[in-house]
């Protein structure tokens, strides 16, 4: 049981260059969600998903494009990297509980993203 | 208005004391969650605590409480007999009813230093 998984760990981008951010889980959690981590901000939440072929914008979702075709997988895109976008990006998944309870959020190890 | 306040940017504490974190948060929603993690410097976002709008009691998991003040609209985290390896970053965050408990909106974090 691996739990939530991200992709690569760290890199660096060019200002102008896309690439797809990975996250998978393997707890057949229905909820999946980005976040990125900017100093002195928490975590603030940029797309979420609450099952395959359904997903919505949080607070922070311009420059980002997300799919999520199986319940596993949710990969966060950057359209066309900037230096704003220079963060810890983490992937989050937990079961989906419409009338709340104990439903914490997993996280993944994060990614450490910086755009040149 | 900010969903989760923390007030305190750091606080330090000697090993074996015990350290309340403060969390404020604001919601009109009669149900909604409140968590706590813990961001070691390694990065990953670890939970330790979860509470409840309808929780009757306080919540404990093990050196950990969570002090609920429903009125006051208050969740502290009380970590008692404090060891080194709590030195970490403190996030307090909610889930609401009115976002279908989908969204966790998180505070700017408390960074704990426990000293020998």
């Known amino acids: 049981n691996a739990g939530v998984t991200q992709t690569p760990k760290f890199q660096v981008l060019k200002t102008g260059q896309s690439m797809t951010l990975q996250c998978a889980q393997d707890?057949?959690?229905?909820?999946m969600s980005w976040y990125r981590q900017d100093p002195g901000m928490g975590l603030r939440l940029i797309h979420y998903?609450?099952?395959?072929?359904?997903?919505d914008q949080g607070e922070v979702p311009n420059g980002y494009n997300v799919s999520r075709s199986t319940t596993e997988d949710f990969p966060l895109r950057l359209l066309s990297a900037a230096p704003s976008q220079t963060s810890v990006y983490f992937c989050?998944?937990?079961?989906?509980?419409?009338?709340?309870?104990?439903?914490?959020?997993?996280f993944g190890p994060g990614t450490r993203l910086t755009v040149l | 208005a900010q969903k989760i306040t923390q007030t305190q940017p750091g606080m330090f504490v000697q090993e074996k004391e015990a350290v309340t974190l403060d969390c404020t948060y604001d919601?009109?929603?009669?149900?909604?969650?409140l968590f706590w993690y813990k961001q070691p410097s390694s990065g990953e976002m670890i939970f330790l605590i979860y509470?409840?709008?309808?929780?009757?009691q306080n919540a404990t998991e093990g050196r950990y409480s969570l002090n609920f003040q429903k009125a006051r609209k208050s969740a502290n985290l009380v970590i008692s007999a404090s060891q080194l390896g709590d030195s970490a970053m403190y996030f307090c965050?909610?889930?609401?009813?009115?976002?279908?408990?989908?969204?966790?909106?998180f505070g700017t974090g408390t960074r704990l230093l426990v000293s020998p």
């Open positions: 989050a998944s937990s079961f989906l509980r419409t009338s709340g309870g104990h439903n914490e959020q997993f």
């Open positions: 707890m057949n959690h229905e909820y």
């Open positions: 919601t009109s929603d009669p149900s909604y969650g």
């Open positions: 965050a909610m889930r609401e009813v009115d976002t279908g408990f989908q969204k966790l909106v």
């Open positions: 509470q409840g709008s309808y929780d009757q």
């Open positions: 998903s609450v099952g395959a072929g359904i997903t």
